[in-house]
T-cell receptor, first 116, second 110 residues
Framework: DAGVIQSPRHEVTEMGQEVTLRCKPISGHNSLFWYRQTMMRGLELLIY????????DSGMPEDRFSAKMPNASFSTLKIQPSEPRDSAVYFC??????????????FGEGSRLTVL | DAKTTQPPSMDCAEGRAANLPCNHSTISGNEYVYWYRQIHSQGPQYIIHGLKNNETNEMASLIITEDRKSSTLILPHATLRDTAVYYCIVRGNTGNQFYFGTGTSLTVIP
């Protein structure tokens, strides 16, 4: 299996621009997570989906952030408009069984976002 | 919300055992203890998890105290490639939230 695939790996944009980050979970996994990592705040859970349905978005910082999962093999995290404080590494992760303890959360390589 | 407390950093000599502590004094009966690590610039990687019994796999051992309020991750023979940030996470078996704290930055010294 190719693992969790994220794109782009690096994104540099200017303040005010729309940013879309993409994630393809591992085939057969039915839970998907978006995390943000910064030096100041560490690794923060933004939102997670079970069977394509958003379950907990309490970590989404504000209305400028939105996430969708239109099907089991694709998710997006969108920031509109972007701000310099959104600069971070954004990780996507998938889990094989929603609501059950199976141990492993599989992470992608991350998307490093820089907003100038 | 992270429910664990870990020292911010630790050093370990190469070839020696690395013992990474974690306090989770508010853990409830159905919550598991998980350990992940993150090597620089990569996504976190699962290491091990347990409920109340000690666990061992090819990567590490997990020792959980009898009252379950703390645990220790043991890397029996640390190598330079074990230099990473190690996260201790408490998670219930009915929810999917994996909340990472700030972890322990382990440096293995040659």
């Amino acid at each position: 299996d190719a693992g969790v695939i994220q794109s782009p790996r690096h994104e540099v944009t200017e303040m005010g621009q729309e940013v879309t980050l993409r994630c393809k979970p591992i085939s057969g996994h039915n839970s998907l997570f978006w995390y943000r990592q910064t030096m100041m705040r560490g690794l923060e859970l933004l939102i997670y989906f079970n069977n394509n349905v958003p379950i907990d978005d309490s970590g989404m910082p504000e209305d400028r952030f939105s996430a969708k999962m239109p099907n089991a093999s694709f998710s997006t995290l969108k920031i509109q408009p972007s701000e310099p404080r959104d600069s971070a590494v954004y990780f996507c992760a998938s889990h094989p069984e929603s609501g059950r303890v199976t141990g492993e959360l599989f992470f992608g390589e991350g998307s490093r976002l820089t907003v100038l | 919300d992270a429910k664990t407390t870990q020292p911010p950093s630790m050093d370990c000599a190469e070839g020696r055992a690395a013992n990474l502590p974690c306090n989770h004094s508010t853990i409830s009966g159905n919550e598991y203890v998980y350990w992940y690590r993150q090597i620089h610039s990569q996504g976190p990687q699962y290491i091990i998890h347990g409920l109340k019994n000690n666990e061992t796999n090819e990567m590490a051992s997990l020792i959980i105290t009898e009252d379950r309020k703390s645990s220790t991750l043991i890397l029996p023979h640390a190598t330079l490639r074990d230099t990473a940030v190690y996260y201790c996470i408490v998670r219930g078996n009915t929810g999917n939230q994996f909340y990472f704290g700030t972890g322990t930055s382990l440096t293995v010294i040659p």
